[in-house]
């Protein structure tokens, strides 16, 4: 037990004794560095698309266990297949984005048809992704590749939520360095 209280004794003196640390080497600079943060190099949205989809094809061709053959024609029938479900995706997003109360009444069944054509779109994209995609792998690789891209999806939604609370945290790390420093100098702060 005294162990246990020593060592949260010493993390956070050595926390304190940081930060106290990383306050005192602020500078003038508007580009403040978070100690704290690991320095990651910063890629383009392009860079980081390719490569999530160079991470996710991995994945899938490990766990579905496809030989190299059979890779190659399932990547080919997915890449075809995939610009059409990001299309009906686009569409749903773009739907849900408009205000359904400030429609008029016109509108309002415009925007259930729509909503009605978008489904049928996606049902008519499934049964044609599944009738192409069977005649590669089982229908039990089907499903289990439904589950992946499900996992998948759950990660990267959790990943971006994560960078933006990291990020909602660096800057308001920022702004304090900012100010800790602006009252060292005698400027007034916000």
């Not at 590749?145 to 920022?174: C, F, G, P, T, W």
Request: net charge positive; with cysteine; aromatic share 6%.
């Amino acid at each position: 037990m005294k162990h246990t209280i020593i060592q949260y004794i010493s993390v956070y003196v050595f926390v304190f004794a940081l930060s106290c640390a990383a306050q005192s080497e602020v500078n003038d600079s508007t580009d403040v560095v978070d100690p704290l943060l690991p320095e990651v190099p910063a890629l383009s949205e392009e860079e980081i698309a390719a490569k999530q989809k160079k991470e996710k094809r991995t994945i899938i061709t490990k766990r579905m266990e496809l030989s190299e053959e059979d890779s190659i024609k399932f990547w080919t029938v997915y890449d075809k297949h995939m610009p059409i479900r990001e299309e009906i995706r686009i569409d749903f997003i773009e739907l849900k984005k408009e205000n359904a109360k400030k429609a008029t009444i016109e509108r309002g069944i415009a925007m259930l048809q729509q909503r009605t054509d978008i489904k049928q779109r996606d049902l008519d994209f499934e049964i044609s992704f599944n009738k192409d995609m069977t005649e590669i792998i089982t229908a039990q690789k089907m499903v289990m590749l439904y589950r992946m891209e499900d996992a998948y999806r759950k990660k990267m939604a959790q990943q971006r939520k994560r960078k933006k609370s990291q990020e909602r945290i660096a800057n308001k790390r920022v702004i304090q360095n900012k100010n800790a420093n602006a009252r060292t100098n005698g400027i007034p702060t916000e």
